[in-house]
């Protein structure tokens, strides 16, 4: 099993719409979680981290579920500018990230 | 914003030879890492670094390898001979301390083994 498993898309979502999707984990020590964006050949940028008790941050929520090990990202009336890859990122000990490959979103008008 | 800057941005290097990746870290952060990314793959951890030596490192940095933090402000990544399979954008990355702060990486290295 691979240690952080995404799908890899593409969603192609209208503009406007909603798009959602998720992330399991292997490692059920990991510690902390986060949603990162990459765009082409650019650096991972923090999106928000990820809270048990779920957490929204404008027109993404994100949520975890421990006991399942997975992890879930909901954009809202997605814009152009939200295409991108979005990384599930889980810290599994101190600064050791481990990344997923990532799921491609295109937004498209 | 405080960023992560890195230079240089493109590095050609022949096979064999020495690189040196270099890395500024945000001023007030403690922790230091390296990450790296074969084009089309994912992020893979390198390396963390904290109070002036390795905390932890991965199965890819072997002996090849080492971090340095040579004065107050720079970060630096060598690889000493380098491979073809070396190829890869390398990207540094720092945090205060708290995981839950999440990681700011800076705009990568892309290194080229020709």
């Known amino acids: 099993r691979k240690e952080v498993e995404q799908d890899p898309g593409p969603f192609n979502v209208p503009e406007g719409a909603t798009v959602a999707f998720n992330c399991t984990y292997s490692?059920?020590?990991?510690?902390?979680f986060f949603w990162y964006r990459q765009d082409c050949r650019k650096e991972p940028k923090l999106l928000m981290s990820?809270?048990?008790s779920g957490n929204e941050d404008g027109r993404f929520t994100a949520q975890l579920n421990r006991a399942s090990q997975y992890i879930s990202l909901l954009i809202r009336d997605s814009k152009l500018s939200d295409s991108a890859t979005y990384l599930c990122?889980?810290?599994?000990?101190?600064?050791?990230?481990?990344f997923g490959a990532g799921t491609q979103v295109v937004v498209t008008p | 914003e405080p960023e992560v800057t890195q230079t240089p941005s493109h590095q050609v290097t022949q096979m064999g030879q020495e690189v040196i990746l270099r890395c500024v870290p945000i001023?007030?952060?403690?922790?230091f890492y390296w990450y790296r990314q074969i084009l089309g793959q994912k992020v893979e951890f390198l390396v963390s670094?904290?109070?002036?030596?390795?905390?932890?490192k991965s199965e890819i940095f072997d002996d090849q390898f080492s971090v340095e933090r040579p004065d107050g402000s720079n970060f630096t990544l060598k690889i000493r001979s380098t491979k073809l399979e070396d190829s890869a954008m390398y990207f540094c990355?720092?945090?205060?301390?708290?995981?839950?702060?999440?990681?700011?990486f800076g705009s990568g290295t892309r290194l080229t083994v020709v």
């Open positions: 990355a720092s945090t205060k301390g708290d995981p839950s702060d999440g990681y700011t």
């Open positions: 490692n059920s020590a990991s510690q902390s």
């Open positions: 990820v809270y048990s």
């Open positions: 990122v889980v810290n599994v000990a101190w600064g050791k990230l481990q």
């Open positions: 001023s007030n952060h403690l922790y």
């Open positions: 670094f904290y109070n002036n030596e390795i905390s932890e």
